[in-house]
């Protein structure tokens, strides 16, 4: 018998398969795990950085960016992707990752505008002319038409969607949390294709026409316009609307694990400078900076909007209620 | 020594262990140690919503309907592949593996695109009162595409080997085409398109990528088990619920594999005999 031999030729395999040491990066490199609308704006700011940091300290650096749905991403860095700087969709996918220790619990109190460099809000994109005459949140349960908006469980952008929807009829005279979740719950009667993420939900109304309205974030709103021409749609915006404000934030624990604390640090600053701030206009993001924000007033519709504290207090708060596991959401689908 | 084509015992049993360990049961045994954790309370909240359960209707049912149209669709595409000469067979043929490569994404997209309402397909479809994009009949659809394959390619190396004699002999002794098939040809060939059968079913139980796009997702209508995992993944937190209901499927769909083995046995006693 060759019994002794055996035992060693079981392990070699076992022991290859566990020998998949992973590959650290060194300091001068960067990943920025986002959400997925912000594809073009963090091209275009990674190249400025690295150029710019390249100047000050003669450092080459590498930036990269993952682009994927907020809440997927999120779960991404909790299980193991070695994220820098996290620039999601809201505030509790990065308190999610708080939660885990990555990061202070008090981390939206680090950087100004409640660590949100740009902003944006909660408009509907229409057909050319506005055939349905779309102007307000009403308008969207009427019985002729059919409104586009992603699934809030699984995109970000989607779950400020349905806060807009609910503040907006929470704040009406006479506005009640019961009238609210009859207005959102006939919203979305009026869906008839739920995507997964924002992209998706543009593509289904831009590319294959379906429906009537599209849910949107003003940025994107105006990048659809602008990429399919403005002789095919038209923005409404709703007489009010949420302020969304996706979030940055250095991942401690990460940053300090690969030597990157100052890189990302000054990265995240960047977005919060004339150079980044620009650029965010650029991309269609509201930016925070006045005397930016002054020189792109052109390109953005006046729009009167509540905050997410002030009507729901905070995300941890609001994604409990609304989007945990059997919450407000889930109730709603059910009585379908 | 034996010559042999592979490397000795041990080392071939080693990768083999280490392959099903590693890669197959230590997944698995992570889902059910989860699941098992969690106690009967939360199991039953989680799997006894109407939701939870429409969604699991949706999955088995769609995907033993495509496994059905495979069944069929299949036998006949790789009869026409093995037994037939015509132009253009062998790109055929190649065709025949391209939903295997195709990411399903891609797949998704392009069925939504041509069955859209006012897709190049869908838009003929659209006078005629059917839907098919954004409605059970698209997941069956997509269902359907992505098992095709998986009998045809189970089916084809048998049709090819299987000897002429016992049909020209029914031949010779009077029997009609029909009962060529019937009491000849599919006695043979049953056994495999229970395999084909198996594994797209198998293959449409768990398919995701195809058929999120042309669903809809919507609750309650055309939402996939699936899809749902997915959901209460992204809403973040606790991996639990998504963990009960990946138990399910597992299980369910061990319950499904075991009863076509089951039939498959039972399939070649029954023949045997006879």
């Known amino acids: 018998m060759k019994r002794p031999t055996l035992l060693p030729k079981l392990l070699l395999p076992l022991l290859a398969l566990a020998c998949c040491a992973t590959a650290q990066a060194a300091g001068d490199r960067l990943l920025n795990v986002s959400y997925d609308p912000t594809r073009e704006l963090y091209k275009q700011v990674d190249a400025a950085f690295a150029a710019q940091w390249k100047q000050k300290t003669g450092q080459d650096v590498r930036v990269t960016t993952s682009n994927g749905g907020s809440g997927k991403q999120s779960r991404a860095v909790l299980d193991g992707l070695e994220a820098d700087v996290v620039t999601l969709a809201l505030a509790w996918d990065i308190d999610a990752l708080a939660d885990h220790g990555l990061l202070p619990k008090a981390w939206q109190s680090r ?32 019985d002729d038409v059919q409104v586009i908006t992603p699934n809030p469980k699984t995109s970000g952008g989607a779950r400020w969607n349905f806060l807009a929807a609910w503040g907006w009829a929470a704040r009406q005279n006479g506005g009640s949390a019961d009238k609210a979740r009859a207005y959102v719950s006939q919203l979305y009667q009026h869906v008839p294709v739920l995507d997964t993420g924002a992209r998706g939900a543009t593509n289904t109304f831009v590319q294959r026409g379906i429906g009537d309205v599209l849910i949107a974030w003003e940025n994107e709103a105006l990048l659809s316009r602008q990429e399919a021409g403005a002789d095919k749609f038209d923005i409404v915006v709703p007489s009010l609307t949420i302020l969304t404000e996706p979030p940055v934030a250095v991942v401690d624990k990460l940053v300090d694990k690969h030597g990157t604390r100052q890189l990302a640090e000054a990265y995240l600053k960047f977005l919060y400078a004339p150079e980044g701030q620009e650029l965010a206009a650029k991309n269609f993001y509201r930016p925070r900076l006045p005397a930016v924000a002054a020189k792109y007033a052109a390109q953005f519709p006046p729009v009167k909007t509540f905050t997410l504290a002030e009507q729901f207090g905070d995300w941890r708060k609001a994604q409990t209620t609304y989007f945990a596991d059997g919450g407000v959401y889930d109730q709603i689908s059910e009585g379908r | 020594m034996r010559n042999r084509a592979l490397p000795g015992f041990g080392l071939s049993l080693g990768v083999t262990l280490a392959w099903l360990g590693g890669i197959v049961l230590l997944p698995l045994a992570a889902l059910a140690w989860k699941s098992a954790s969690l106690g009967p309370a939360t199991w039953w909240a989680q799997v006894s919503t109407r939701r939870v359960l429409h969604a699991l209707s949706l999955s088995f049912g769609g995907a033993l309907a495509a496994a059905v149209i495979d069944m069929l669709l299949g036998l006949l595409l790789a009869w026409v592949l093995v037994r037939h000469r015509f132009p253009l067979r062998r790109l055929c043929d190649a065709l025949v593996d391209l939903p295997f490569a195709l990411p399903t994404a891609v797949a998704g997209i392009a069925l939504t695109a041509l069955y859209a309402p006012e897709g190049w397909i869908g838009r003929w479809l659209q006078p005629l009162g059917v839907q098919v994009a954004y409605t059970r009949l698209g997941v069956l659809l997509a269902m359907v595409f992505v098992g095709l394959p998986f009998v045809v390619r189970t089916l084809q190396p048998v049709l090819e080997s299987l000897e002429r004699e016992p049909e020209e002999a029914a031949l010779t002794l009077g029997a009609g085409p029909w009962q060529r098939f019937r009491r000849v040809l599919l006695p043979m060939l049953a056994p495999t398109l229970l395999t084909g059968f198996a594994l797209a079913l198998a293959r449409a139980v768990g398919e995701y990528g195809s058929v999120i796009y042309i669903s809809g997702n919507l609750p309650m209508r055309t939402e996939i088990v699936p899809l749902l995992i997915v959901q209460k993944l992204d809403s973040g937190g606790d991996t639990g619920p998504a963990a009960v209901l990946g138990a399910v499927m597992l299980a369910a769909s061990l319950l499904v594999l075991l009863a076509v083995n089951a039939l498959q046995r039972w399939n070649r006693r029954w023949t045997e005999a006879g």
């Open chain 1, 111 to 142: 950087l100004p505008d409640n660590s949100t460099p740009y902003t944006s809000s909660v408009v509907f994109l229409v057909r050319k002319g506005n055939p349905k005459h779309i102007r307000d949140w009403p308008d969207l349960i009427r």
